[in-house]
């Protein structure tokens, strides 16, 4: 640490020190947190007494922590240095920090990162982190012998105490509804934010360190269909892909038009949310048996899913990848990676699928693992010599340069060249119609925000989200042979898709498709069940 060892060229005593780094962290990198307060209660006075208290908290968390000269320089850096990179993103894509979004971003990879790492992030850092920064390097920061030192932190935490009181009792009432009803407030406020997040991410990975928890381990097969074909089982999980845009669920541009010679035998569901706004909670919540109010992120690097249940039967578990990661639910079944470069188009998940399905040769579940419509460079999400139809078009992978034209103009684009993607795994999938009874679902696993309000790209605290990012498309597509064998009532089928449906159907839904009797199976959760004659005579008797 050479650089602490420079002369100073400023002095403080560290009792001024503490509240002045305490006012500097609260005005310089909380503007977020103040014009969301101030959306909550537009009183300019209660906005000041709720900065009081946030001031008066900082200087007793910093009266513990700046405890040395040495130590105080080194934290008080540190901060800086982060609370910079924070306010970036904050800014920039008007975004919260909680223990999801830390998780996405760990989640991520180098090419994902390189996508929102724009270069005004350099300008953030250097205005708002490294001269500040430099500045605390240049400070001599004074201590005064223990016992006097302890009496000056001691006068200075009850100045604080007394201040915030005086503030805050005018205005209790509507302060403790605020703190109990408004927890998207602490995720906007910095630094706070992303040490409480980091917090949160250490303690969902002691799931680690707990032994693995099975599931359906009384599961077996109860072969209801009417033929002697195998089953091949298609789950396409979407990536980013929100309900909003898709002229199935009555988008009024055609971004679905690809599709149109196969909704027929295509049921789309236009009431279906997410249960999560990240990949990093989504994806593992869709393979788990736990509904969204249930499921514990982070619990899917020791338990089981619904993926194990189907290779505990007999399946064979295929997991084909084009994003990230399959977020540990694939890590026990086969795990194909096509892509080794920065970016692959989904049409290399279609490589040799045909010929793959055949040599497999039994039942199969098959997950594709979409990029679909990750941002913010939506642009690359579908190939340059492709004729986009929506013009024109964002090509700013940060998004600070575009009107919000072009990144819908974008987006719309990519979301076409999803339903290109999803047209051709069907005339793939028809290839194997003499060989397999084949049931593709298509979910996306969260969705996202265009620019309402402000808002922009995904993983907003569920509780606060806007709709743009749980609302999600999803349909299935079932081949007429398919829903004779199966005994599914395909019109039954569409007139049950308008009720409200989520991610927390799935795991139900594929248990049931697949005849996989299990106590952890729940019917009531089952899309299929009330449409299939085998298992709901009764119920399918007025269609």
């Given at each position: 640490m050479i650089i602490l060892k420079r002369t100073p060229r400023f002095t403080l005593k560290s009792w001024q020190f503490?509240?002045?780094?305490?006012?500097?962290?609260?005005?310089?990198?909380?503007?977020?947190?103040?014009?969301?307060?101030?959306g909550i209660n537009d009183s300019p006075w209660f906005a000041v007494s709720i900065g009081i208290?946030?001031?008066?908290?900082?200087?007793?968390?910093?009266?513990?922590?700046?405890?040395?000269?040495?130590?105080?320089?080194?934290?008080?850096?540190?901060?800086?240095?982060?609370?910079?990179?924070?306010?970036?993103?904050?800014?920039?894509?008007?975004?919260?920090?909680?223990?999801?979004?830390?998780?996405?971003?760990?989640?991520?990879?180098?090419?994902?990162?390189s996508d929102v790492l724009q270069p005004k992030i350099l300008l953030y850092l250097l205005l708002a982190g490294v001269l500040p920064a430099w500045l605390i390097t240049r400070t001599k920061i004074v201590f005064a012998p223990a016992a006097t030192e302890l009496k000056q932190r001691l006068k200075l935490n009850h100045?604080?105490?007394?201040?915030?009181?005086?503030?805050?009792?005018?205005?209790?009432?509507?302060?403790?509804?605020?703190?109990?009803?408004?927890?998207?407030?602490?995720?906007?406020?910095?630094?706070?934010?992303?040490?409480?997040?980091?917090?949160?991410?250490?303690?969902?990975?002691?799931?680690?360190?707990?032994?693995?928890?099975?599931?359906?381990?009384?599961?077996?097969?109860?072969?209801?269909?009417?033929?002697?074909k195998k089953n091949l089982f298609v789950f396409v999980v979407?990536?980013?892909?929100?309900?909003?845009?898709?002229?199935l669920g009555g988008y009024h541009r055609p971004t679905?038009?690809?599709?149109?010679?196969?909704?027929?035998?295509?049921?789309?569901?236009?009431?279906?949310?997410?249960?999560?706004?990240?990949?990093?909670?989504?994806?593992?919540?869709?393979?788990?048996?736990?509904?969204?109010?249930?499921?514990k992120e982070g619990s899917e690097l020791n338990t089981a899913n619904l993926l194990d249940v189907f290779k505990n039967v007999g399946y064979h578990g295929l997991w084909r990848e084009n994003n990230t990661s399959c977020q540990d639910n694939c890590n026990r079944i086969e795990l194909e990676e096509p892509c080794n470069q920065k970016f692959c188009q989904d049409d290399i998940l279609l490589e040799n699928l045909e010929q793959k399905i055949r040599n497999i040769n039994q039942n199969t579940f098959l997950v594709l693992h979409q990029k679909g419509s990750h941002g913010p460079d939506y642009f690359n999400r579908y190939p340059t010599d492709w004729t986009a139809p929506y013009h024109p078009v964002c090509t700013d992978k940060g998004l600070m340069s575009c009107s919000r034209?072009?990144?819908?103009?974008?987006?719309?684009?990519?979301?076409?060249?999803?339903?290109?993607?999803?047209?051709?795994?069907?005339?793939?999938?028809?290839?194997?119609?003499?060989?397999?009874?084949?049931?593709?679902?298509?979910?996306?696993?969260?969705?996202?925000?265009?620019?309402?309000?402000?808002?922009?790209?995904?993983?907003?605290?569920?509780?606060?989200?806007?709709?743009?990012?749980?609302?999600?498309?999803?349909?299935?597509?079932?081949?007429?042979?398919?829903?004779?064998?199966?005994?599914?009532?395909?019109?039954?089928?569409?007139?049950?898709?308008?009720?409200?449906?989520?991610?927390?159907?799935?795991?139900?839904?594929?248990?049931?498709?697949?005849?996989?009797q299990t106590a952890d199976y729940k019917s009531s959760l089952d899309i299929f069940a009330p449409c299939t004659a085998a298992k709901n005579p009764q119920a399918l008797k007025k269609y």
């Open positions: 503490i509240p002045l780094y305490a006012a500097f962290t609260l005005l310089v990198y909380n503007q977020a947190f103040f014009t969301r307060l101030l208290t946030v001031f008066a908290t900082l200087i007793l968390i910093l009266s513990l922590l700046f405890c040395t000269p040495k130590l105080t320089k080194i934290i008080a850096v540190t901060l800086t240095i982060l609370n910079s990179i924070a306010l970036y993103f904050m800014n920039s894509y008007n975004i919260l920090i909680d223990k999801i979004m830390l998780l996405n971003v760990i989640r991520t990879d180098i090419y994902e990162a100045a604080a105490v007394f201040l915030a009181t005086v503030f805050i009792i005018p205005f209790r009432t509507e302060t403790q509804h605020t703190l109990t009803e408004r927890f998207d407030l602490r995720y906007a406020l910095i630094p706070s934010n992303y040490i409480g997040a980091g917090i949160g991410v250490a303690k969902m990975y002691d799931e680690l360190t707990r032994p693995f928890t099975p599931i359906a381990e009384d599961a077996k097969i109860h072969k209801y269909w009417k033929n002697d979407g990536e980013t892909a929100r309900a909003a845009n898709f002229s679905n038009a690809p599709l149109k010679p196969y909704l027929n035998n295509i049921i789309y569901y236009p009431e279906f949310y997410a249960c999560g706004t990240s990949t990093a909670v989504a994806v593992p919540c869709m393979f788990s048996k736990y509904a969204r109010t249930e499921f034209k072009e990144i819908i103009n974008t987006y719309d684009n990519s979301i076409t060249y999803t339903s290109l993607f999803l047209r051709r795994t069907i005339k793939i999938l028809q290839k194997l119609s003499n060989e397999y009874n084949i049931v593709l679902i298509y979910a996306s696993d969260h969705g996202e925000s265009l620019g309402e309000n402000g808002i922009y790209l995904h993983a907003a605290p569920y509780q606060t989200a806007p709709k743009e990012q749980k609302h999600i498309p999803a349909f299935i597509w079932i081949p007429q042979n398919t829903a004779q064998a199966f005994g599914i009532d395909l019109r039954c089928l569409r007139q049950k898709a308008e009720h409200h449906h989520s991610h927390d159907n799935l795991f139900h839904s594929f248990l049931g498709l697949g005849g996989i």
